[in-house]
């Protein structure tokens, strides 16, 4: 897997310490997530403190310093979605899981990704696991989503 990320980082070897943006995207798009090794190895060859890589990725919201759980729940934080309460569903999914957003439970089962609007406004607030979405969610059916997952993981 370093071979990997090395390589992308050899295609980004001219970046600058204010455009390591597109480099991180790649990067979480060949991993799935940002780890403390691609983090280390864009250090080492763009001679760069991972303080400094570390401050760039942890302001935008996009980025993943875990990887993915086995379903991976994204809850749409649109405008439409807003507007029926979206925040309930994540402080609540958050609560049932214990973990929050951008994080993976210790097991490794679920992962959390709050999102901008997924396409669906007009059937809002809308959540998705792994590619099965939920139109029309409300809190009170996310322990039957969970619990659901872990009962028929097949199904997903
Ligand atoms: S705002 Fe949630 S689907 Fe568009």
Known sequence: MSDKIDEIIRN???VQRDSLLPLLQEIQNELG???EESIN?????LKLPTSKIYGVATFYDQF???PKGRFHIRICHGTACHIEKSSRIILETERLLKIKQGQTT???????EVVNCMGACGLSPVIAVNDKYY??????DLKEIID???AKPREL
């Open 33 to 35: 997530f940002l780890s």
């Open 148 to 150: 659901n997952c872990i």
């Open 135 to 140: 139109p029309g969610v409300q809190s009170r």
């Open 64 to 66: 993943r310093f875990e």
């Open 106 to 112: 210790r097991d490794g089962m679920f992962s959390l």
């Open 41 to 45: 190895r864009i250090g080492e060859l």
């Open 12 to 14: 980004h070897i001219n």
